[in-house]
Each structure stands twice: as C-alpha cells, then as structure tokens.
C-alpha cells in the first residue's frame, strides 16, 4: 500500500491496477499526455453511469486536448467490463479492489447515509499532466457539469 498520498503540485507516484479488458494498466501508460483520474463509488448506480457517460461523451475532446480518462472504483474486473459493454464507456476502469489507488488519492473516506457510517469513495476527480504532476482536484463531485469543467481545465494546461 502506497506510503503517502497525491498533492497539488507534486509528482504523482507510480501507481497500477487491474483494468477492464484483463489488463493491467499503470500510471505509465499515460506517460507524456494529461490524465484525468476519476473516482466513483459503484458501478451500474445512477450517479456514476451518469458521470462515466459525460466522460464517454466528451472523450473524443478529451482526446483532442491530448487527454487520457480512467475511471476507478473498488469493483471488480468483472463488474466494470458488464458496466463498460452496457453504456458503451471508451476508456478503461480501474478495479481498485484493495484500495490502494483510492488511499493513494485519499479518496477512501468514512461516509454517512439515513445515520449509518460505512467507508466507502469520495466521488473525485484528479488532472495529472503530461510530466506526471498533479494540477488539479476536485472533491466531492457533482456530476452535472463536472466533466465539462475537467475538460476545459484539461485543454488549458
């Protein structure tokens, strides 16, 4: 498990995980293009099919401004390639089953729904740039707008 955590400004540490398709997908598969991280909770619930289709939709832009998309989420391999072939994502998601990602980018939190606390993901969302260096973050995500918002940062940098 990773040591410390991503800071704005800062390079951001090697990190891998399982991705859908089978594969294993590193940091360094990125390496000289922007890269947006985007963490959600689960797979095939509402507010995250929403925001991976405003990611889907907008990925041919992000592509253009020379920008790679992952998304992550404690899910399966299994689980994310149902959620890919089912609303037709065109970027790979990240099985972050151990949780090592999510507490690399300090985004595995304690939460609370109707009284009852459970750990659980910090909808957020990370733009590394094209040396590796965190550049911006956006915590406690609200999905409509959000992928807009990420792209026009993406295209400044």
């Known amino acids: ?4 955590t991503v800071s704005l400004d800062r ?8 991705a859908s398709g089978g594969r294993k997908w590193k940091l360094a598969d990125a390496a000289g293009r922007n890269l ?3 963490f959600y909770p689960k797979d095939n619930t509402s507010g995250c099919t929403r925001e991976g289709e405003a990611f889907r939709d907008l990925h041919a832009k992000f592509r253009k401004a020379g920008t790679e998309v992952v998304g992550v989420s404690p899910d399966s391999v299994a689980s994310h390639d149902k959620f890919i072939a089912r609303y037709g994502f065109t970027f790979p998601l990240l099985a972050d089953e151990e949780k090592a990602v999510c507490q690399l980018f300090d985004v595995w939190k304690e939460k609370s729904m109707y009284g009852r606390k459970y750990m659980g993901v910090e909808r957020s969302t990370f733009l590394i740039d094209a040396k590796g260096v965190l ?8 999905v409509p707008g959000h992928a807009e ?3 026009a940062a993406a295209a400044a940098l």
Do not use: D, I, N, T
């Not at 498990?1 to 410390?4: D, F, L, V």
């Not at 550049?135 to 609200?142: D, L, T, Y």
């Open 11 to 18: 390079k951001v540490p090697a990190f891998s995980a399982a």
């Open 149 to 151: 918002e990420v792209l």
């Open 36 to 38: 947006v991280v985007y």
């Open 1 to 4: 498990m990773p040591e410390k």
């Open 135 to 142: 550049r911006r973050e956006w915590r406690k995500v609200k």
